[in-house]
């Protein structure tokens, strides 16, 4: 399942949607579509979320050595 990117309509990070969700936001002008600069597709909402809930997220750094 293809998940969108969503940012708040400050800017900051949001949980990602469902492509389907996203493309009825920007039907429905609750959001516009966006793109970054290494091309990821995102939509940034118009007006404040019902929930702005953040998941907390870890990023792991794997070292390959010999």
């Not at 969108?4 to 429905?28: F, H, Q, Y």
């Not at 609750?30 to 990023?59: C, I, M, R, W």
Request: aromatic share 10%; net charge positive.
């Amino acid at each position: 399942m293809l998940r969108v990117s969503v940012l708040s309509p400050e800017g900051n990070p949001l949980m990602p949607t469902k492509a389907s969700r996203a493309r009825r936001w920007i039907k429905c002008g609750k959001a516009l579509e966006k793109f970054n600069a290494l091309g990821q597709f995102y939509v940034q909402l118009l007006h404040e979320p019902s929930d702005s809930k953040v998941q907390p997220t870890q990023v792991f750094q794997y070292q390959v050595g010999i």
